[in-house]
């Protein structure tokens, strides 16, 4: 099976525009996740989306917002960007059907490196 | 709340070496843990899970973790390094009632010839 895909892979924008990245699951995973890895941060959670409802948030700003198409497929918008946002963004998927005691795995595209200068 | 704290940083070691990264956790519940490695300018792969079937795991590439309650500690060793082993690594434990998974703040492994 193809892993995650994520599209682009580098993308440089200015302050104040706005971007779409997108992210392709593991053929038959219905959950789609999130993250932003900063140097100063780490890992943080952004969203999942499971069957096109967003289930879960982060603690991010709604200029960050995300979608799910009926095909599992993912993408997230960040509008008025900052300079902060620089990061790398992470896409996971998961078959999505976990339990509170068997949790799914999560596996991990390549992420998209955004630079706003 | 659920919580991981990688106790280093930084480790070096030498090839043929034993590698041992250090992970503690915080957790109200029963925990799912993970180990995953992220290769410079890659994605993050896992390199093993635990979810409470057995306190010793076993992952890809020689790696292996026990999940000590007691200690609340879920700790990486591998008898022995190799150069491929170069890259940052994450302790991670999921939420209870979500699939967010909940990073530590990596260690960086470097192995010298």
């Known amino acids: 099976k193809a892993g995650v895909t994520q599209t682009p892979r580098y993308l440089i924008k200015t302050r104040g525009q706005q971007v779409t990245l997108s992210c392709s699951p593991i053929?038959?995973?219905?959950?789609v996740s999130w993250y932003q890895q900063t140097p100063g941060q780490g890992l943080q959670f952004l969203f999942e989306?499971?069957?096109?409802?967003?289930?879960n948030k982060g603690n991010f700003p709604g200029r960050f917002s995300g979608r799910q198409f009926s095909n599992s497929r993912s993408e997230m918008n960040v509008s008025t960007l900052e300079l902060g946002d620089s990061a790398l963004y992470l896409c996971?998927?998961?078959?999505?059907?976990?339990?509170?005691?068997?949790?799914?795995?999560?596996?991990f595209g390549p992420g998209t490196r955004l630079l706003v200068l | 709340a659920q919580s991981v704290t990688q106790l280093d940083s930084h480790v070096s070691v030498s090839e043929g070496t034993p590698v041992l990264l250090r992970c503690n956790y915080s957790?109200?519940?029963?925990?799912?843990l993970f180990w995953y490695v992220q290769h410079p300018n890659k994605g993050l792969q896992l390199l093993l899970k635990y979810t409470s079937a057995a306190t010793l795991v076993k992952g890809i590439n020689g790696f292996e973790a026990e999940f000590k309650k007691s200690e609340t500690s879920f700790h990486l060793t591998k008898p022995s390094a190799h150069m491929s082993d170069a890259a940052e690594y994450f302790c991670v434990v999921s939420s209870p009632k979500t699939d967010k998974l909940i990073f530590g703040t990596g260690t960086r492994l470097q192995v010298f010839p």
């Open positions: 957790s109200s519940y029963s925990p799912s």
């Open positions: 989306y499971f069957s096109e409802t967003q289930r």
């Open positions: 996971a998927s998961s078959l999505g059907g976990g339990t509170a005691k068997i949790k799914e795995t999560q596996y």
């Open positions: 053929s038959g995973h219905r959950s």
